[in-house]
């Protein structure tokens, strides 16, 4: 599916109706906007599609800039599906030096000639083309120009978020890289997910009663939330089970070998799957990680943990 250009079947009889955007997180925002473009597209006969990348244009503009992803391209089609748009629908587009270098008229251009694209629902405050200061009403007259409608979505605020900000993609990382699990739940509107291959640690949680389930992720890209302990739901072979994870450099156990590690306790679990996938969904952080004293002291504080996660209100 991923190429310079995505393949999106044209099967209304006008075309395509299309949105196009990063769709990092497949947030609240997100499908707010997917839930127009659907409907707007049945309004004018068209086929709702997505055109979105597989990386973040930051990585080839300025890769130490690039942010962590919320979505992997294998889940963000399914969460896509999700909301309404299957994989066909979907065109992963690679952003190269040719569609870096597009205005937004040659953009529009392409999409109209190349792909049917006749109805463009521009995400708020999204920008495309090499222009950084086109107008709303210039993007329109491009658009027009070029035999497409386009029309402005207005921006999407979930009823209980404070401040009154958008939901964004970039709201949703400064939470998880501060640790405000709730705050991003609130915005994903559903739990923040990792997930990887179980592979071997070093054992030691089985010789204070905490064994721990190792997890790798497959891609450096993906984001993970901010060191310490949290509450969480893991998945496994469609099984879900509470779990309490920490994520950093266990500076009690490893002292100055450092390396950061995710590591799980699933609760009342005690099976063999190393080398098996499995999936973290986080629902709160208890705490940050620190280093304690001894050993005991860190095993007390664990069965504390423990006890906090199994009361917690989590829904399966």
Not at 29 to 56: C, V
Not at 58 to 64: F, H, K
Not at 237 to 245: C, E, H, S, Y
Not at 285 to 310: C, G, N, W, Y
Request: hydrophobic share 40%; glycine share 8%; net charge positive.
């Amino acid at each position: 599916m991923t190429s310079s250009h995505p393949d999106i079947p044209a099967r209304g009889k006008a075309g395509i109706g299309a949105v196009v955007g990063m769709f990092d997180g497949v947030h609240l925002g997100h499908q707010f906007l997917i839930e127009r473009l659907i409907e707007e597209s049945a309004r004018r006969d068209l086929t709702p599609g997505i055109f979105t990348f597989p990386r973040h244009p930051l990585s080839v503009i300025a890769p130490s800039k690039a942010p962590g992803l919320l979505t992997e391209p294998e889940e963000k089609l399914s969460l896509l599906a999700n909301a309404g748009i299957p994989a066909k629908q979907v065109g992963f587009m690679v952003f190269d030096d040719t569609l870096r270098g597009m205005s937004a008229e040659s953009f529009m251009r392409m999409l109209h000639d190349r792909y049917r694209v006749r109805f463009i629902l521009r995400g708020f405050n999204n920008r495309f083309g090499t222009e950084r200061s086109l107008t709303p009403g210039d993007y329109k007259r491009i658009a027009s120009a070029n035999g497409i409608e386009l029309v402005d979505a207005a921006s999407f605020c979930h009823k209980e978020e404070s401040h009154g900000l958008p939901v964004s993609s970039s709201r949703i990382r400064h939470a998880l890289a501060e640790g405000a699990i709730e705050e991003a739940t609130l915005m994903l509107g559903r739990p923040y997910r990792i997930s990887g291959t179980v592979v071997a640690g070093k054992h030691l949680g089985h010789t204070i009663g905490f064994p721990t389930a190792n997890l790798r992720l497959p891609h450096s890209t993906k984001l993970t939330p901010a060191d310490g302990v949290y509450i969480c739901r893991a998945v496994i072979n469609g099984q879900k089970f509470r779990a309490m994870v920490n994520i950093g450099t266990r500076p009690t156990i490893d002292g100055i070998n450092r390396l950061r590690s995710i590591e799980a306790h699933i609760i009342d679990f005690d099976e063999d799957i190393y080398g098996q996938s499995m999936s973290l969904d986080f629902f709160h952080r208890m705490r940050p990680e620190k280093r304690f004293p001894s050993i005991s002291e860190l095993a007390h504080q664990l069965d504390s943990d423990r006890r906090v996660t199994l009361d917690y209100p989590m829904r399966f």
